[in-house]
């Protein structure tokens, strides 16, 4: 008889313990991140259409989305594209149902122009088109062209549909939450882009923060002005760093820049990202569900963006997870859930699940394995569009980084 699973409390090798972390951030402007963005949405808006319609999200996955980029040809401040912009929709999708059919396309593409008009600030600059490569395949007949919902087995009792691994962990680190931070406080200038990088390494107490951050066409005139403006950022962040952070801060912008050159030399953009230069972008190859890209999580490589809320375990698992790690963090401080379920596993039965926490838990299995039982997770990820990237609010992770009041 094979043994139940069970949790176990190893040594702490969270994060929040190790000498060394290393955090990046890729912000909602990197290729990387539309095609992560333009993925989720256009499933979210599928799904809406679906319930709306059926009453039921029906069997889709668009997590093979690609943004090509476009060329824009500059001048010393401003430029123009001579080639659009390319988003290419792969992936399965059903197309119809009880025979009546279901307007993908267009639902794809409004998705896709919603988000390329959220994230890009010089949207109106770029042109773009549509490439659809989707299918309709499966060894099952009616598995993307249902007759009736009967023909979504997963309804009665979600189930996982293959085997994986996901891993929650919470609360944010120092690190991430300074990442996170990067992006929003550069985001928030009025001459810059969005497709801003941020690696923020930590040394003990120690943070150094690389920033790469583009200007917009019609904001600044020279590349000294520009110059100006990313440093005197730059020094606003560390001041409020400081303010916050027990050790030393420095923070560096830009390392390629030539001050002496025109504008259009340094990471002057059209659109706000680096799409104007012909950089592409898939999804999967950059932040995780926590929005950044953290090797420190020992998690693995499962990309969420686009997969089927109803049951995908990619998706579902992954809320489950980082549900759990914030419950349990709330009560105990730092700690991982690491869970394992086999393909054809309900949720609430995984194969494996693991708690790493600084703590002793007191009845942390049963904690995690209450929120595993959980059903709740399409209107989080339909309605409040959870996993859909976006810049968090300057003030909230300020917040973060505030020293603990004494009550």
């Given at each position: 008889?094979?043994?139940?699973?069970?949790?176990?409390?190893?040594?702490?090798?969270?994060?929040?313990?190790?000498?060394?972390?290393?955090?990046?951030?890729?912000?909602?402007?990197?290729?990387?991140?539309?095609?992560?963005?333009?993925?989720?949405?256009?499933?979210?808006?599928?799904?809406?259409?679906?319930?709306?319609?059926?009453?039921?999200?029906?069997?889709?996955?668009?997590?093979?989305?690609?943004?090509?980029?476009?060329?824009?040809?500059?001048?010393?401040?401003?430029?123009?594209?001579?080639?659009?912009?390319?988003?290419?929709?792969?992936?399965?999708?059903?197309?119809?149902?009880?025979?009546?059919?279901?307007?993908?396309?267009?639902?794809?593409?409004?998705?896709?122009?919603?988000?390329?008009?959220?994230?890009?600030?010089?949207?109106?600059?770029?042109?773009?088109?549509?490439?659809?490569?989707?299918?309709?395949?499966?060894?099952?007949?009616?598995?993307?062209?249902?007759?009736?919902?009967?023909?979504?087995?997963?309804?009665?009792?979600?189930?996982?549909?293959?085997?994986?691994?996901?891993?929650?962990?919470a609360p944010r680190t120092t690190a991430e939450t300074v990442a996170l931070l990067t992006e929003a406080w550069f985001r928030q200038q009025p001459w810059a882009g969005s497709d801003i990088k941020a690696l923020v390494i930590r040394d003990e107490h120690a943070l150094t923060v690389t920033v790469c951050v583009p200007a917009v066409a019609g904001h600044l005139a020279?590349?000294?002005?520009?110059?100006?403006?990313?440093?005197?950022?730059?020094?606003?962040?560390?001041?409020?760093?400081?303010?916050?952070?027990?050790?030393?801060?420095?923070?560096?912008?830009?390392?390629?820049?030539?001050?002496?050159?025109?504008?259009?030399?340094?990471?002057?953009?059209?659109?706000?990202?680096?799409?104007?230069?012909?950089?592409?972008?898939?999804?999967?190859?950059?932040?995780?569900?926590?929005?950044?890209?953290?090797?420190?999580?020992?998690?693995?490589?499962?990309?969420?963006?686009?997969?089927?809320?109803?049951?995908?375990?990619?998706?579902?698992?992954?809320?489950?997870?980082?549900?759990?790690?914030?419950?349990?963090?709330?009560?105990?401080?730092?700690?991982r859930i690491a869970v394992m379920w086999r393909n054809g596993s309900p949720y609430p039965e995984p194969a494996s699940l693991d708690i790493t926490a600084t703590h002793l838990v007191p009845a942390g299995d049963e904690l995690v394995r209450d929120v595993l039982c959980r059903t709740d997770w399409v209107p989080d990820l339909v309605d409040n569009q959870h996993y859909?990237?976006?810049?968090?609010?300057?003030?909230?992770?300020?917040?973060?980084?505030?020293?603990?009041?004494?009550?």
């Amino acid at each position: 008889m094979p043994t139940a699973p069970h949790a176990t409390f190893l040594r702490p090798v969270l994060p929040h313990d190790l000498g060394i972390e290393v955090v990046e951030r890729k912000g909602v402007g990197h290729p990387d991140t539309l095609a992560d963005s333009i993925a989720e949405l256009a499933s979210i808006r599928y799904s809406e259409y679906c319930l709306r319609e059926f009453g039921a999200i029906l069997h889709h996955n668009l997590d093979k989305v690609a943004v090509l980029g476009g060329r824009a040809r500059f001048g010393d401040t401003d430029g123009t594209y001579d080639r659009p912009v390319r988003v290419i929709f792969g992936g399965r999708i059903s197309t119809s149902f009880a025979g009546r059919t279901i307007p993908v396309r267009e639902i794809l593409e409004d998705a896709a122009a919603e988000q390329l008009r959220t994230a890009l600030p010089g949207f109106e600059h770029i042109t773009w088109q549509a490439q659809h490569e989707t299918t309709d395949s499966s060894k099952f007949e009616r598995w993307f062209a249902p007759h009736g919902l009967q023909d979504l087995p997963e309804r009665p009792t979600a189930f996982s549909n293959d085997t994986a691994f996901l891993v929650g962990t919470a609360p944010r680190t120092t690190a991430e939450t300074v990442a996170l931070l990067t992006e929003a406080w550069f985001r928030q200038q009025p001459w810059a882009g969005s497709d801003i990088k941020a690696l923020v390494i930590r040394d003990e107490h120690a943070l150094t923060v690389t920033v790469c951050v583009p200007a917009v066409a019609g904001h600044l005139a020279s590349s000294a002005e520009f110059e100006d403006a990313v440093s005197d950022a730059a020094r606003e962040l560390t001041t409020q760093l400081l303010k916050r952070l027990p050790g030393p801060v420095t923070v560096v912008c830009n390392t390629r820049n030539n001050r002496t050159g025109p504008l259009s030399s340094q990471y002057f953009t059209l659109s706000g990202s680096a799409i104007d230069y012909g950089e592409d972008g898939l999804v999967g190859r950059g932040n995780a569900r926590s929005g950044l890209i953290t090797p420190g999580q020992q998690a693995g490589n499962e990309a969420l963006f686009g997969k089927n809320p109803a049951y995908h375990v990619g998706k579902v698992g992954g809320w489950l997870v980082d549900k759990a790690s914030r419950s349990l963090a709330e009560q105990f401080g730092p700690c991982r859930i690491a869970v394992m379920w086999r393909n054809g596993s309900p949720y609430p039965e995984p194969a494996s699940l693991d708690i790493t926490a600084t703590h002793l838990v007191p009845a942390g299995d049963e904690l995690v394995r209450d929120v595993l039982c959980r059903t709740d997770w399409v209107p989080d990820l339909v309605d409040n569009q959870h996993y859909l990237p976006r810049v968090l609010p300057v003030p909230e992770l300020l917040a973060e980084l505030d020293p603990p009041t004494l009550s």
